[in-house]
C-alpha cells in the first residue's frame, strides 16, 4: 500500500483534496456537471493505443533506428532528447518519458557513456513537457483546456508556437554546449516487430487523433479500440495509466467544489484577472500543471495566458509535471546515492529554462 501511494501521490493527493471540499460541498446533482467526458475518453484512447504500440516495441525500434546514425555522444543524445521531443507530441509526455528513457539508459550504459546520464535525463524531461505543449493531445492539461474551451486546432498552434519554437532552441544550445562530440558504437540488436498488428494499431492511434481532433464523436472511440484491443491485446488495456485517469476525476471534483465555494471564487477570480499568466505559471509549481488547469480554467476565460502557463509552469519544481516525477523515479532507482546530485542539476536546468520562457511570453 504504502509502494502504491509513492508511486500514485499525485492521485492520492487529488483524492483527498476532493473527499475534503466534499464536506463543503456535499455531493448533489450538479456533481454530475463536473466531469469532462470526451476528454476522459480521448485521453483513454490515446493511452490504450499507445501502450498496444509500445508492447510490439514500435518506438523502440523507431527510435534505435534514429540514434543509430549517429556515432558521437552529442549527437547521439541530441537525437534521444528530439525523439523524446517528438514522442511527446504524438503520445503525450508521460509515456514518451516511459519509452525513451530505458532507451537512453541503454545508450549511454553501453558506450561508457554514464556520466551523461543525469544531465541526457533532465534534458529528456525537459523536452517531453516543454515539446507536448505544441499539439493538443501533446500534454494532459492542453486536451483538458483544447476540450472545455473548443480552442481552434490553428489558434491553439499559433498560441503555442513561439515558446515552443524558443524551447527547442534552448534545449539544442544546452546539448552543444554540455555534451562533448566523443566518438562512441551502438550495439546493433535486430528486432522485429509484427507488420500486421502494427498496421492496426496505426489505424487506431490515427483514429484517436481524429477524436481529438474533433473529427469524429468520442464515442466511437470508446467502443472501437477498446473492442479491438480487448481481442489483440488485453495487455495494453491492463497498462493504461488509470491512476492518470483518477486523478482528473478526482480533481474534476475538486475543482467543481472550489469553484462553488464563495470565497474561493472571488479570491481566485482576483487573481487571475490582474494576472493569468504569472498565477497559473506559479501554481504549477505547487499543485502540478494537470490540477492547475483543472482548477483554474473554472475562474477565467482567458484561455490563452492559462494555456500558456500550464505549459511553461510544467518546468520548475519536481512537482511541477507529472512527467519529471516518472523522470526523477526512474533515474534514482538505477543511479543509487545520485539523488542530490540529479536535484540540484534538475533544479539549475528546470528554473532556468522557467525563467527565460516565462520572460519571452511575457513580452509577446
Known amino acids: 500500500m504504502i509502494g502504491y501511494i509513492k508511486k500514485n501521490l499525485v492521485m492520492v493527493i487529488a483524492m483527498t483534496a476532493a473527499a475534503i471540499t466534499c464536506f463543503v460541498v456535499p455531493p448533489d446533482s450538479a456533481y454530475l456537471g463536473y466531469f469532462d467526458v470526451k476528454t476522459l475518453t480521448c485521453l483513454f484512447c490515446v493511452l490504450a493505443v499507445v501502450c498496444a504500440l509500445k508492447n510490439i516495441h514500435f518506438f523502440y525500434m523507431l527510435a534505435k533506428k534514429v540514434v543509430q546514425v549517429f556515432r558521437n555522444a552529442r549527437m547521439a543524445i541530441l537525437a534521444l532528447v528530439y525523439i523524446t521531443f517528438l514522442g511527446s507530441m504524438l503520445i503525450a509526455n508521460d509515456m514518451a518519458l516511459l519509452t525513451f528513457l530505458p532507451l537512453s539508459l541503454f545508450v549511454l550504459s553501453t558506450t561508457g557513456k554514464g556520466k551523461y546520464m543525469a544531465f541526457t535525463f533532465i534534458m529528456q524531461n525537459i523536452a517531453a513537457n516543454l515539446g507536448g505543449m505544441l499539439t493538443p493531445f501533446g500534454n494532459p492539461q492542453n486536451l483538458y483546456l483544447y476540450t472545455k474551451f473548443g480552442i481552434p486546432t490553428a489558434e ?22 554540455f555534451v562533448k562530440p566523443e566518438a562512441l558504437s551502438l550495439q546493433d540488436e535486430k ?23 474533433r473529427g469524429i464523436p468520442y464515442w466511437i472511440g ?9 481481442f489483440m491485446d488485453r495487455k495494453a488495456l491492463k497498462m493504461v495509466d488509470y491512476p492518470l485517469l483518477l486523478t482528473f476525476v478526482f480533481f474534476f471534483i475538486f475543482s467543481g467544489n472550489m469553484a462553488r465555494i464563495d470565497v474561493v471564487r472571488e479570491l481566485f477570480s482576483a487573481l487571475l484577472e490582474k494576472n493569468t499568466l504569472l498565477f497559473s505559471i506559479a501554481s504549477c509549481q505547487v499543485i502540478s500543471n494537470v490540477p492547475s488547469a483543472i482548477l483554474l480554467s473554472q475562474f477565467t476565460t482567458n484561455y490563452r495566458e492559462l494555456l500558456l502557463g500550464v505549459n511553461i509552469g510544467g518546468v520548475g519544481t519536481l512537482i511541477a509535471s507529472l512527467a519529471s516525477l516518472i523522470t526523477f ?13 540529479y536535484m540540484l542539476l534538475f533544479s539549475a536546468f528546470n528554473f532556468a529554462f522557467l525563467v527565460i520562457l516565462a520572460a519571452f511570453v511575457w513580452l509577446l
Open 156 to 177: 491553439f498552434m499559433t498560441i503555442m508556437a513561439p515558446p515552443f519554437v524558443l524551447a527547442v532552441a534552448l534545449i539544442t544550445v544546452c546539448c552543444i554546449v
Open 191 to 213: 528486432m522485429v516487430i509484427p507488420k500486421g498488428k502494427t498496421a492496426v494499431y496505426l489505424l487506431l492511434f490515427a483514429l484517436a487523433i481524429a477524436i481529438v481532433f
Open 329 to 341: 523515479r526512474e533515474y534514482t532507482k538505477r543511479n543509487k546515492g545520485k539523488t542530490v546530485h
Open 222 to 230: 470508446l467502443i472501437v479500440i477498446p473492442a479491438v484491443l480487448l
